[in-house]
């Protein structure tokens, strides 16, 4: 059963040092501000927010046995630990929160990592996590100035960030956000 707003958000905070929650108070007034500006439904993309990082601070171990033992992106386990806890957060969401709306669960799940034909709840929730009030790294109000544009202007320059870091500190960049990054640039050329 779904737990109320206010229920969520005790659950959720629970299990998080109060930094992190702060991050995740900024991700949730971030999403509802862009589902206002882009035709989003604001309490869904809030949804999301409150649980984009629930299981961010769950042992490795156990989300490992999580992706494995329910035949989630085992994929992923090739990959950063940091990722994993997107996957796992939208399997937590679904079965531990009640949570059924796909594409809820699917803004939980690709806040990350981004993916391909990103729907407008994933965009804004990766987006809003990106550019949050508390968020500050270089480049980061250069992305806040290009969300005012477009959610895609503003996600391609967050993609590229994250990519640009990787690459710098020579460590392994996980494909689907290159494939996300691309799909974005050519929706936008499109556009021109
Ligand atoms: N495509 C990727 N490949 C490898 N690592 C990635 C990729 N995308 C994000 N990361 C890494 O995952 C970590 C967690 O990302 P994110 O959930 O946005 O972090 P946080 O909210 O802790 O800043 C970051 O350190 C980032 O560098």
Known sequence: ???SREALIEAVSAQMPDKRWKHTLGVMETSVKLAERYGGDPARAETAAILHDVAKYWPVERMKEIIVENGLSTELLNYDKQLWHAEVGAFVAG?????????VLDAIRYHTSGRENMGLLEKIVCLADYIEPGRDFPGVDNIRKLS?????????????????????KRQIVFP????????????????I
Do not use: C, H, W
Not at 95 to 103: A, L, Q, S, V
Not at 163 to 168: D, G
């Open 1 to 3: 059963m779904a737990l």
């Open 95 to 103: 079965n531990e929160y009640g949570i059924t709306d796909p594409e």
């Open 148 to 168: 005012k544009a477009s959610l895609e202007e503003g996600l391609v320059a967050g993609f590229d960030s994250t990519i640009s870091l990787l690459l710098q």
């Open 176 to 191: 689907l956000t290159v494939l996300a990054r691309n799909d974005l640039v050519r929706i936008m050329e499109d556009k």
